[in-house]
């Protein structure tokens, strides 16, 4: 982990649930669904989609949750450029209107795959949902439906989200620090 560390919290955890109950508040009548199907991407999305889920809970939406895990970052902060699913969902969301979660829309390249494999396996819609938006790095054209915060281009961890696999653990996010010769954030 070293040596890198972490410095400024960017959001407290107040602050992000705070922002995920008006996110909910502002989706959750576009989710009505006899099929709604959650799909989170792995990891990065795991401590978002749990928090959305049971705000989801108190609007009545009772979706099915599945999970899918694709990899496209080495152990840095930068994309290999591709995007490979390493474990697929398990549900079949044929006729489904899912509801696509991921922790941060970057590059475009992740939630692109991940829309395009669910719109291939013959759901009915797909509808995106990230905690974080850095618009400045984007290379493949998307937008998700909803975004709870869009930042500048600077690397964070928490909530879910890692450095190196650390990190996924803080309850708030944080920008990481690099030393000069590292990242090119
Ligand atoms: P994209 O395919 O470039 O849009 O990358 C999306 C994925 O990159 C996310 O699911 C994250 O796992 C990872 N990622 C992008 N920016 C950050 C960051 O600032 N911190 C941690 N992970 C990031
Ligand atoms: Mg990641």
Do not use: W
């Not at 998700?144 to 696999?165: K, Q, R, W």
């Amino acid at each position: 982990m070293d040596p890198h560390h972490i410095r400024d919290i960017v959001y407290t955890d107040a602050q992000i649930s705070r922002r995920v109950d008006e996110m909910v508040d502002a989706m959750a009548d576009h989710c009505r669904s006899d099929n709604l199907v959650m799909i989170g991407i792995l990891r990065g999305s795991f401590m978002f989609l749990a928090d959305l889920v049971r705000d989801l809970y108190e609007h009545n939406l009772h979706p099915r949750i599945d999970f899918i895990t694709l990899e496209s970052y080495g152990s840095g902060t930068e994309s290999s450029g591709s995007v490979k699913i390493t474990k697929d969902i398990t549900v079949d969301v044929a006729g489904a209107d899912i509801l696509l979660i991921d922790d941060i829309l970057d590059t475009g390249r992740t939630l692109t795959y991940a829309k395009d494999h669910l719109t291939q396996l013959g759901a009915r819609s797909v509808k995106t949902c990230t905690l974080l938006d850095k618009p400045s790095r984007r290379i493949v054209p998307i937008e998700a439906d909803h975004v709870g915060f869009t930042i500048e281009d600077f690397f964070v961890v928490g909530y879910g989200l890692d450095y190196d696999s650390y990190y996924r653990e803080l309850p708030y996010l944080a920008k990481v620090t690099f030393t000069p010769d590292q990242s090119n954030h």
